[in-house]
């Protein structure tokens, strides 16, 4: 496209056709009630709110993540305690409250 009147802010075309400018966006947009609205203005006017809506949906994204993550570890230990349970297995040797590596004590079985 030749947009023949690009950035011309002074005289906005209000489009982004052949005549018009490449930073006139049109938008839908979703109010907190979620209707849906159709944003026509200039990007450096709706890039501020644009910016908003994508952090907001990346918080709740992160949310997501975060709450999936804690009902991960909450299934692990609850299948963790039942092989413990099952096999009758010493508590420390599934221990998930410390941070530190399981420390194992090697056995020598050669004999000299």
Known sequence: ????????????????GENGCPMWW???MTNHLGEQKVEKNCGYQLLPSMLIL????T???TFAAYDMRNKLVENVGKVIQ????????????LDMTEDKPLE????????T
């Not at 039942?82 to 040797?93: C, G, M, R, S, T």
């Not at 194992?104 to 004999?111: F, M, P, V």
């Open 82 to 93: 039942a092989v413990q349970h099952k096999f009758n297995l010493p508590e420390e040797l």
């Open 59 to 61: 918080e709740h994204t």
């Open 104 to 111: 194992i004590e090697e056995t020598n079985n050669e004999s």
């Open 1 to 16: 496209m030749n947009y023949k009147n690009a950035f011309n802010c002074k005289k906005c075309p209000t489009s982004n």
């Open 26 to 28: 049109e938008m839908i």
């Open 54 to 57: 994508v952090c907001k949906q």
